[in-house]
């Protein structure tokens, strides 16, 4: 079979094969699970994940979570996902939510935030969040996700996730796409994505195209642990 055929499976595997072939060891997964955090492919095998802080493919450039590959969020926050990937299913049956991040330990947190470094604190918290303060991550309330095809294909949302500037904004897009900096597909990408997770109950921000909280995080805070 020629490689071209054999890709799309191959890929699927990488994203998906290692999650279901190990159990639960890390000492990151087992804090999570006594939080009582779910993984959530148990609740929806066909969600894909691809947790780029598990890999050298983020801002950061190294692998912040080492032995942590699968994606754990509180029930709620995973209930509310799974119901935005029904969603997207329905409306294109070969589309699927891939996951980029999810719970956060603070730890991680600290080393997201240290590797802006070089900007001032102000500047830093506008991609990263203030570990002292703690982001809606570290209590398992926010998923950072795109859509892809069922082979785990991205589609194209016109940057890559954890893109830091005024092209990941959405609520600059139409003026990105006046001067001809997105095009109308990669916004409709985008408003796909916002559509289905809005309609789960989650919400957006601004400034992150994949960027979504399942609740605040003042309802957070009164209601979770942070993940350490």
Request: glycine share 6%.
């Amino acid at each position: 079979m020629p490689n071209r055929q054999r890709y799309p499976f191959l890929l699927l595997f990488l994203i998906t094969g290692r999650l279901f072939a190990q159990s639960p060891s890390g000492p990151l997964e087992k804090a999570m699970i006594r939080q009582g955090l779910v993984d959530v492919q148990k609740l929806d095998p066909t969600l894909l994940v691809d947790l780029k802080y598990s890999t050298t493919d983020n801002f950061v450039g190294q692998d912040v979570y080492g032995d942590l590959t699968r994606a754990y969020l509180q029930p709620m926050a995973a209930q509310k996902l799974a119901k935005a990937n029904a969603y997207l299913r329905r409306i294109h049956a070969s589309y699927r939510l891939l996951i980029y991040d999810a719970a956060r330990p603070r730890t991680a947190q600290w080393d997201l935030w240290n590797a802006l470094g070089e900007l001032p604190e102000r500047q830093r918290q506008k991609y990263v969040a203030d570990p002292r303060i703690g982001s809606i991550h570290n209590y398992g309330c926010a998923v950072d996700l795109t859509i892809a095809t069922q082979d785990g294909r991205p589609l194209d949302m016109g940057t890559k996730f954890d893109y830091f500037g005024a092209l990941a904004y959405p609520e600059k897009e139409e003026s990105l796409l006046k001067m001809g900096q997105l095009t109308r597909q990669q916004i409709q990408n985008r408003q796909l994505l916002r559509s289905v997770m809005r309609r789960a109950g989650y919400s957006s921000i601004k400034t992150e195209w994949w960027h979504f909280n399942a609740i605040s995080r003042k309802q957070a805070k009164q209601t979770y642990k942070l993940v350490e």
